[in-house]
């Protein structure tokens, strides 16, 4: 079993940023693919960007790609989310997902383990 706990969410204006932290626990991950998704109110929840945990390799959609970076913390078993000049369009829940596969994958269903989510709210 592995456990997701995402903070750092919150308000913001158009513009600004913010940095999301997803601390992992449980069964070794190294193999797994990490990912954040989103889903705002009303829509289905989509992916954001991903990263394989054993070399750090990287995939993006591409609405965040340049304003999105993923990064891993090892030592720390932390999966970071740097959000840059924010739009209110970005305005969702963003989960941590874990996957048990290590390879890029776009659908929340590809993925095993999840976060219980952290709201961003970014306003005009």
């Known amino acids: 079993q592995v456990q997701l706990v995402e903070s750092g969410g919150g308000l913001v204006q158009a513009g600004d940023s913010l940095r999301l932290s997803c601390v992992v626990s449980?069964?070794?991950?190294?193999?797994?693919?990490m990912a954040w998704l989103r889903q705002a109110p009303g829509k289905e929840r989509e992916f954001v960007v991903g990263?394989?945990?054993?070399?750090?390799?990287?995939f993006y959609a591409d609405s965040v790609k340049g304003r999105c970076t993923i990064s891993r913390d090892n030592a720390k078993n932390t999966v970071y989310l740097q959000m840059n000049s924010l739009k209110p369009e970005d305005t969702a829940v963003y989960y941590c997902?874990?996957?048990?596969?290590?390879?890029?994958?776009?659908?929340?269903?590809?993925?095993?383990?999840w976060g219980q989510g952290t709201q961003v709210t970014v306003s005009s």
């Open positions: 997902a874990a996957g048990r596969f290590s390879g890029s994958a776009w659908s929340s269903q590809d993925y095993d383990y």
């Open positions: 990263i394989k945990w054993s070399d750090g390799s990287t």
């Open positions: 449980g069964r070794t991950f190294s193999r797994y693919t």
